[in-house]
């Protein structure tokens, strides 16, 4: 596994953290909440994708034939 994408992962966390916060305290809690959703989903994006990689790799490695009858 890529230590980058390990980064990239926790620096949208704090990211996403520090909007929420920022927007919490100044009121607008409803942005808040769709700003740390936002946050998730594209974190949830990029681990998709790792998996359908991973799941390509293994098929790969295995020499699966995919065959849909």
Do not use: H, P, W, Y
């Amino acid at each position: 596994m890529e230590v980058e994408i390990i980064f990239k992962i926790a620096a949208i966390g704090i990211l996403t953290a520090v909007v929420g916060q920022i927007l919490r305290n100044s009121g607008k809690e409803d942005i808040s909440t769709l700003a740390t959703l936002a946050g998730v989903v594209i974190v949830l994006f990029m681990v998709l994708s790792m998996i359908g990689d991973l799941f390509s790799s293994i098929r790969t490695m295995f020499n699966f034939a995919v065959s849909f009858r």
